[in-house]
């Protein structure tokens, strides 16, 4: 298992931007493909988007897609989801975690960390 930690959430208004952060471990995301989620008291968790191993490859969820933007930094073991024009509707916990292959929305079976609260006023 390796403990992975996001950050970067916060309240933000509709229309605005942030950008989280997840990081892990040295040298144990490299040569792995890693997507981030997001979920909400309401709905399960849900893929958001995907990068590839070395991070010349992305792809995201319809609803994001356009806005969102994945991008890593395996020298220093970190995932970024930015998030420009953000909704109301994006407001959910946000995670990151490994996934099974690229190209897929399904996570490993490796833990879940804390995740990150994002909050989009309108």
């Known amino acids: 298992q390796v403990q992975l930690s996001e950050s970067g959430g916060g309240l933000a208004q509709a229309g605005g931007s942030l950008r989280l952060s997840c990081a892990a471990p040295?040298?144990?995301?490299?040569?792995?493909?890693m997507g981030w989620f997001r979920q909400t008291s309401e709905k399960e968790r849900e893929f958001v988007g995907g990068?590839?191993?070395?991070?010349?490859?992305?792809y995201y969820a319809d609803a994001v897609k356009g806005r969102f933007t994945i991008s890593r930094d395996n020298a220093k073991s970190t995932v970024f989801l930015q998030m420009n024009n953000l909704k109301p509707e994006d407001t959910a916990v946000y995670y990151c975690n490994f996934l099974l292959q690229y190209g897929g929305t399904l996570p490993t079976v490796n833990t879940w960390g804390q995740g990150t609260q994002v909050t989009i006023s309108s």
């Open positions: 990068i590839s191993w070395y991070g010349d490859h992305s």
């Open positions: 040295e040298g144990t995301i490299s040569g792995y493909s």
